[in-house]
């Protein structure tokens, strides 16, 4: 959704945007496109090899400023950097990244036997082997039915305990084979796949990093900034839709025995337009669009703070 996500940014060409999620940099080529000499872009991953791919392609543009952290260390990268103005606009194009899908050494896909590493960030310290080594039963069933909603939760996470206790699962395959043989049969998605997604969403607290970007934003955004995101699982979409829902204002709620109702009140945020798909040609292009979900939002208070105030 690389058209509608920067369209949806409405770029200013003296603006300062944040890509909070570089990858291969899709979105970043055609912000940057767009900006003077004037415009300022901070490209953020926790992915050391996506920030490797930053350095080498946009290290010597002055409008560019480049590092490696999460997203959710947004105010405090811009604190360290000095990058005291309000942002125009905020990209967070959520999930996992198509080379980390497509690098077997990553762990992160059941197609590909290797590792079973699954970090966004390879400086962290916690594998998904590891937290599978040492997590109770119940913690993993929390995990694969909360994060995967997955119905045999219980039944994979028992079979797990009785694996690990024999043979330490250690690779892609190994857990891909578990859960195959816990719920055989026909399938229209392999059956690990909610595993995966899983653990992985688990291991990368990809929720939480979610939540905290999201509040975040506000004391971040200008007037008229707009934060844009991409989401690819029905918990984050969830996520996304309700924050944008809960700061955009609307009617005061008050007990129903009152008389006089409030007067709708304007939000810090205003949503703009409606959710979109990826469209039948992108997903022709690329499948793993199918499951993506773009939403928009724009801040609304205009008497703010034009310097960001951590």
Not at 239 to 266: A, C, D
């Amino acid at each position: 959704m690389l058209g509608e996500a920067v369209t949806g940014l409405k770029i200013k060409e003296d603006g300062f945007y944040v890509d909070g999620t570089f990858g291969r940099g899709g979105h970043t080529a055609e912000i940057i496109k767009q900006l003077s000499p004037q415009g300022k872009l901070l490209l953020m991953d926790r992915d050391q090899d996506a920030i490797t791919e930053a350095q080498r392609l946009y290290a010597a543009d002055p409008r560019v400023v480049i590092t490696h952290n999460p997203f959710s260390k947004l105010p405090e990268v811009l604190t360290e950097m000095g990058l005291t103005r309000k942002l125009d606009g905020y990209l967070l194009d959520l999930g996992v990244s198509s080379p980390q899908l497509d690098h077997a050494d990553r762990g992160f896909s059941f197609m590909r036997q290797g590792p079973l590493d699954m970090r966004m960030d390879q400086s962290q310290p916690l594998t998904a082997a590891e937290w599978l080594r040492c997590a109770e039963q119940d913690e993993i069933a929390r995990v694969l039915w909360e994060y995967g909603d997955e119905r045999q939760s219980r039944k994979i996470a028992r079979a797990i305990i009785h694996s690990r206790d024999e043979i330490p699962l250690v690779t892609t395959s190994q857990l891909a084979e578990l859960v195959q043989r816990v719920i055989p049969g026909y399938h229209k998605k392999h059956p690990a796949t909610r595993t995966f997604q899983a653990i992985r969403i688990h291991i990368n607290q990809e929720l939480q990093e979610l939540k905290q970007a999201l509040e975040q934003s506000l004391s971040l955004l200008s007037a008229g900034g707009r934060v844009v995101v991409i989401s690819f699982h029905s918990l984050e979409d969830r996520m996304v839709k309700q924050f944008f829902r809960r700061n955009s204002g609307g009617q005061q709620e008050l007990p129903p025995e009152i008389p006089i109702r409030g007067q709708p009140q304007q939000g810090v945020l205003q949503t703009v337009g409606k959710r979109q798909r990826a469209t039948a040609e992108e997903i022709d292009l690329n499948p793993r669009s199918r499951s993506a979900v773009l939403r928009v939002a724009e801040r609304t208070t205009s008497n703010i703070d034009k310097r960001f105030q951590p």
